[in-house]
């Protein structure tokens, strides 16, 4: 194996041993060969001046490593520990399933009307070009070359920079946690919507008076039927976050069933998660496209869709339009969370992953606009039903006002022309504000997209039951689609961890997921909507950029934009134009540095606030969180940040040797096939000092004692890692 380009960064260390000359400055001394009871040649091994750190990093661009004479990632009947993807398609799906999730459907909708309508699709395609694409191929293309995860793979570039997998690992953490309790509420909806009747078509009677009289529930009157639902009888919710409400029994089993769906998912592994992918992945396309085709056949659905898409231009002048399409954009391609690594890891080495990241692009980019036509669709079937309704109101008043005697008398014109002459005389003691407009406005994002607004307009679906029915399957095919990438950047970085990796796969995950079933609690209380707005906001935002800012800084400029180029180049068969080149070194960084930057001025302009429910007015107010909760989401900050520093002094410090790990007294040879996960199934070969003697690893002499290692007599090609135990 020969090379153009040989780096001194990497500590995933591979030997090619054999009886021929090494590239590597590794050479086989003669006649030091003996043959054992097991049939292996004890062959020695004596290592250059270089040191075995620096030795070892001499890895070629263009290596094609081999086991058995099995190129990497081919699958060999032979080998059980090779856990690479069955096929591209599953792992094109499990990285569409992971990206494509819940911001999708219930966020860029609400971008995309409130910036500007169609005019909002220009800085959001955009931002997909200069900032998701190249992003992406950068977390692929490196968990593909270093066939790692993201603890490994920031080891392996440089030491300094290991903190960048653990910090990723903290923020995917703290996002799992609330992220599984949207899953939880979408279970709890999908359970209720087995009636023949939805339980939030109507409000609940209570009876008052001598009489007896039935009238609505005064909260639901105040409000809505879906938004009485939602925060009294699903969340049960609290008046303010200082209130905890108390745990709600059957938010809790709706938890605890999310989380051991989730484990069953990934315990494995991707040869779990990877069959369940095929459902989390295709089945949204198929419910978004029937509610496409019912949608709009509805009356109104033009309305709705002309609402959405109606260009505002003059939107583009306002600088947190194009701060929304960036925020979009890096959130729904999951950056930065160690998933998309740990996922290009399980590749073959000869996988083309610009292709895929093109594809996944796309698919992204149109899944939001389709996904936003089916939701405006149906928006606009709801606004208009409630428009409808309101002027039939204003003429059975007309009718009963005796100007008329039917209401067929009642043309559009002539109803515009009567409200308009006693819209100032009898406005609001008779007559009802009627505005089209004003309900398509009113569409919102998040929670209350899909659990206030959306259930209102299924509601005026026929057989509504079943519409409810398919769209929180929807939903929680979305939602555990993007779950099973985070957790897999959290499981899979854990295992890597010297300490852990001897653990069975199945065990670590269950640990994980209890414990995070156990932490998730706070967010089944009476307050627990605050909650996942608090760690919503603060948890994954500031932290996941300063990551991938410092992703993509170590690539290009530790790592090496040449270095990562011919990579690209190894991997796929052609080197990356320029278009790659400017966005990875420039533009992309840039956008970065403008979005942490925009951030904290919006940040520290606004207060923090949160939408606290009014039992009394039966609406949502803005409340300020307190001091005491933002001295939590300062925690949550400063935790998803503090690795990278603290791993970097450490080093600096030579508190870590130059492997990345704290320093010990014996060294592993092992032989690996796949990813860190895998590890534990491979035969080690351990390589001992002479004499007991370890040579200081800063050290430039390595020539006094050579190392010994057993290695099998025939020649064969292995790839081999070195690790501090």
Partial sequence: ??????????????????????????????????????????????????????TMREIPSEACFAVNGVPLGVNDPGAEGNKGWE????????????????????????????????????????MIFLEGAPLLLIELGIGQRLRTGSLGAWNSIHPAIGGIGIASTIVAFLVGLYYNVIITWCFFFLFNSFQLELPWETCPMQEVGMNKTRIPVAECGNSSETAYYWYRQALDISPSIDETGGIKWWMVLCLLLAWVVVYL??????????????????FPYVVLTIFFIRGITLKGAGSGLLHLYTPKLHKLFEVTVWLDAATQVFYSFGLAFGSLIAFGSYNKPKNDCV???????????????????????????KATAIFDRCVNFNK?????????S??????????????ADNMKTNWTETFKNCSLERELNEAAAGTGLAFVVFTQAIVELPISPFWSIIFFMMLLALGIGSQIGTMEGVVSTVFEISYFNKVRKEVLTGVICGTCFFAGLIFVTGAGEYWVSLFDGYASTTGLVIIALLETVSVMYIYGHERFSQDIEYMTGYYPGIYWQVTWRFVGPIMLIGLLIGSFIVKLQKSPEYDAWNSLTGETEKRQFPGWTMAIALVMI???????????????????????????????????????????????????????????????????????MKVPKASKTYRMEVLDC
């Fill in 1 to 54: 194996m020969e090379s153009k380009n040989n780096s001194k960064n990497l500590t995933s260390h591979h030997l090619s041993v054999n009886n021929t000359k090494n590239p590597y400055t590794s050479t086989t001394t003669p006649g030091s060969s003996e043959i054992d009871e097991n049939g292996l040649s004890s062959t020695m091994i004596t290592l250059g001046t270089n040191g075995i750190h620096n």
């Fill in 87 to 126: 096929s591209k398609r599953q792992f094109m799906l499990s990285v569409i399933g992971y990206s494509v999730g819940l911001g999708n459907i219930w966020r860029f909708p609400y971008l995309c009307q409130q910036n500007g309508g169609g005019a909002f699709l220009i800085p959001f395609l955009f």
């Fill in 265 to 282: 998912i990934i315990m494995r592994g991707i040869q779990s998660s990877g069959k369940v992918v095929y459902f989390t992945a295709l």
């Fill in 355 to 381: 292709k895929d990241v093109m594809f996944i692009t796309g698919t992204n980019a149109i899944t939001a606009i389709y996904a936003s036509a089916v939701i405006f669709s149906v928006l606009g079937f």
């Fill in 396 to 404: 059975m008043e007309m009718v009963s006002s005796g100007n008329f």
């Fill in 406 to 419: 039917h209401m067929d008398q009642i043309t559009d014109e002539i109803y515009d022309k009567y409200i």
């Fill in 638 to 708: 400063i935790a998803s940040i503090a690795p990278i520093i603290i791993v970097w002094i450490m080093h600096t410090c030579n508190i870590l040797p130059p492997s990345g790990r704290p320093r010990s007294t014996s060294t592993t040879m092992r032989r690996i096939d796949t990813t860190a996960s895998t590890r534990p199934m491979m035969e080690d070969y351990e390589v001992t000092y002479r004499g007991d003697v370890i040579p200081d690893e800063t050290s430039d002499d390595m020539t006094e004692e050579p190392l010994r």
